[in-house]
């Protein structure tokens, strides 16, 4: 079982950055896939960012448009995944959710599929003020 939690989130003005935080403990790896989701309130939950050993980084090109940047760091017993997000925009406003696969490594899965993860934290409010 693996438990995880962000943080990182908060009010920001348009263009400003953010850097959100997620620490997975328990039965992690360091090869399976982390990723990031966000929900806007009235939409469905939607792939932000990810990284798999074999897959690398992935991003929602649509959403993030070179803005964002997922980095990963590995240890023993804990992930340790950051999202830096520039030039935040209004349309970035959502909760945005960290997660963990316990099985994809990038080979024969996909990191950007909320399928692929089974593990998830509570979720960060980030607003962005026009």
């Known amino acids: 079982q693996v438990q995880l939690v962000e943080s990182g989130g908060g009010l920001v003005q348009n263009g400003d950055s953010l850097r959100l935080s997620c620490t997975a403990s328990?039965?992690?790896?360091?090869?399976?896939?982390v990723g990031w989701f966000r929900q806007a309130p009235g939409k469905d939950r939607e792939f932000v960012a990810g990284?798999?050993?074999?897959?690398?980084?992935?991003?929602?090109s649509d959403t993030v448009k070179g803005r964002f940047s997922i980095s990963r760091h590995n240890t023993e017993n804990t992930v340790t995944v950051h999202l830096q997000m520039n030039r935040l925009e209004p349309e970035d406003t959502a909760v945005y959710y960290c997660?963990?696969?316990?099985?994809?490594?990038?080979?024969?899965?996909?990191?950007?599929?909320?399928?692929?993860?089974?593990?998830w934290g509570q979720g960060t409010q980030v607003t962005v003020s026009s």
């Open positions: 990284n798999s050993w074999a897959g690398g980084d992935s991003y929602n």
């Open positions: 328990g039965r992690t790896g360091s090869t399976y896939a």
């Open positions: 997660a963990h696969s316990s099985w994809c490594s990038g080979y024969g899965c996909d990191a950007t599929d909320q399928k692929t993860y089974d593990s």
